[in-house]
């Protein structure tokens, strides 16, 4: 389980990040992203939204699975196989938390992450250097994740603006289960209708389009063609399983045509 520390120059001077797998994950079906990103996951990812963890409304989401447990567009080594990486998966294994008073967020780490080091090893990051002061690279790690917390702000208003025009509804998908034989229906996530959508009064459709939630929407319309991806990442999968090969065996990344991810930068 993740145990978020604030980060601190008494508690965490010698520490540092390793670069490691995201095996963390293998069983995340999916993700959080915010709308900057979007154009970098429309070429790999549907996108959807699911009910945020207080029942409240909706969380922006890139489909990685259509059933729990499961992570395709991770090697079951743990290795990121799907072209861009989402942020959430990059700010690993910090988060900006806020404080008891509610008041600001502070810069937490989780100490059982396997990235994690309580003391720098020769091919760590160190978080602090010799005088105590963050190191550039902690700089750059909390500019980013202040930009991603602005980003889920901006998404989560686009997206409360949707789910206000009564735009949201759930997404009836049917499947069939890794080993190919039963069919079941996907639980749990929603996307547009799209119908709803082209009947909006001029008024509503122009407060979308001014807050970029229209923008969002037909992003979610036009991404829903790659579960056709995902499904057969999804069989590439499972037929290495009953190979019990490893998936390397097949080009898994060839399915994607941009591995483009700049490090700290959506």
Known sequence: MPHYVALSKSAHRSAGVR???????????VVPVVAEE??????TMPLAFVKTPSG??????????LQPGTNVYLHTDGRWIGGYRPAWYRSHPFRLIP????????????????????????????LFGPDGEPTEHTRNLISFLEQLEQGREVTHAAVSLLAEQGLIVPWE????????ETGFDVQGIYHIDEAALKALEPESAAKLLKSGALSLAFSQLLSEHRL?????????????????????????????ADDDDDDLTF
């Open 19 to 29: 670069p490691t797998n995201l095996a963390h994950a293998l069983e995340q079906a």
């Open 38 to 43: 979007v154009p970098r996951v429309l070429p």
């Open 56 to 65: 409240e409304g909706f969380e922006l989401v890139a489909l990685q699975a």
């Open 99 to 126: 404080d008891e008073s509610g008041s600001r967020r502070v810069l937490c780490v989780d100490e059982e992450a396997e990235a994690f080091e309580k003391e720098a090893g020769p091919d760590s990051r160190s």
């Open 173 to 180: 998908i049917s499947a069939r289960n890794a080993k190919g």
């Open 228 to 256: 056709q991806g995902l499904v057969r990442l999804y069989e590439l999968r499972s037929e290495a399983n009953r190979r019990k090969a490893a998936v390397d065996d097949v080009d898994v990344e060839s399915l994607f």
